[in-house]
C-alpha cells in the first residue's frame, strides 16, 4: 500500500522581521493512502504554498512533511529522492514543460528518473518508447502525440501530458494545483474523470486543490478548507458539504452557483 502523506504543525513564512509574511500557519493535515482529499478556500488562503512545500518548492519554516515514516521536507541526497514519489501537476503545464523537447523527450525523462530512484536498471530506447506509447494512451491520446512540442497542443491536451508525466514517475501522491480551473468548461469534466479514474487503477493518492466547491464535491472523499494560512476544517464531502461547522465554510458554499 502508498504511504501516508503527512503535514505536521508546518508553517510556510516568507520575509523578515516586520516585513514577514505567514503564508501557511501550523498546519496538520493527512492524506490517507488511496484518497482524494480537496483542499479548497479562497487565492491566498495557503493552498499551493502547501503543496509547494511537500515537493521541496519551498520549505517550511518549521514542522515537517513525512511521506510514511520518512521526513521529506528539507530532503537532501536519497531521502530528495525518495520525495519524487511525491509529484505536482499545476494549473498551467504549459509553464511546466521545456519548449524545445518533445512531449515523447519529456516523458522518457521521467521513466528514467522513476528507475533511478528505485534502484532498477534503465529499460532500453525501444522499451521505453513502448511504455511512452501506453502513458498517452492512458491519458487519451494517440502515441504520435509523442513526437508533438508542447506548443502543438491544446490546454487540455498538455493538461492530460502532465498528468502522464506524473505517472511516470510511479508516484505515491499526485499534488493537482487548480488543473482544471485555465481548462474550457467542456474539458474540465474529461480531465477530472480522467485523473479519478487513473487514482482508482493504480492506487495513487491525489491532494486536488481548488477554490471550487462544486468540482471538489464531484472528486473528493474529503475536503479540507483553509484560510489565512490555517486549517479551519476538515471532513467526509457530504459532511461538510452539508453540514459545515465553520463560518468560513458556511460562505465558502454559499458562494457556489446553482441551477
Do not use: W
Request: with cysteine.
Amino acid at each position: 500500500m502508498n504511504p501516508q502523506l503527512s503535514f505536521e504543525s508546518v508553517s510556510v513564512i516568507y520575509g523578515h522581521g516586520a516585513a514577514a509574511f505567514t503564508a501557511v500557519d501550523s498546519v496538520d493535515l493527512r492524506l490517507e493512502p488511496g484518497e482524494i482529499l480537496g483542499l479548497v478556500g479562497e487565492s491566498g488562503s495557503g493552498k499551493s504554498t502547501l503543496a509547494r512545500a511537500a515537493v521541496g518548492l519551498t520549505e517550511p519554516s518549521s514542522g515537517r512533511i513525512l511521506l510514511g515514516d520518512t521526513e521529506i521536507s528539507r530532503a537532501r541526497g536519497p531521502v530528495a529522492r525518495e520525495r519524487r514519489r511525491v509529484q505536482m501537476v499545476f494549473q498551467d503545464p504549459q509553464s511546466c514543460f521545456d519548449p524545445r523537447r518533445t512531449i515523447g523527450q519529456s516523458l522518457d525523462e521521467a521513466l528514467v528518473a522513476a528507475h533511478r530512484r528505485e534502484g532498477t536498471s534503465v529499460p532500453s530506447p525501444r522499451a521505453r518508447r513502448d511504455e511512452i506509447s501506453g502513458l498517452l494512451d492512458s491519458v487519451a491520446l494517440p502515441a504520435e502525440y509523442a513526437q508533438r512540442m508542447p506548443a502543438q497542443l491544446s490546454g487540455g491536451q498538455r493538461q492530460r501530458i502532465a498528468v502522464a508525466r506524473a505517472i511516470a514517475a510511479r508516484p505515491s501522491v499526485i499534488l493537482a494545483d487548480e488543473i482544471t480551473s485555465a481548462l474550457d468548461v467542456s474539458v474540465q469534466g474529461s480531465v477530472l474523470n480522467l485523473l479519478r479514474d487513473l487514482q482508482q487503477e493504480l492506487g495513487f493518492s491525489v491532494l486536488f486543490i481548488s477554490h471550487n466547491l462544486a468540482v471538489v464535491r464531484i472528486v473528493s472523499d474529503r475536503v479540507a478548507v483553509m484560510r489565512a494560512g490555517r486549517l479551519v476544517e476538515v471532513g467526509e464531502t457530504l459532511d461538510v458539504m452539508e453540514n459545515p461547522q465553520h463560518d468560513y465554510t458556511r460562505e465558502l458554499i454559499s458562494a457556489v452557483p446553482s441551477l
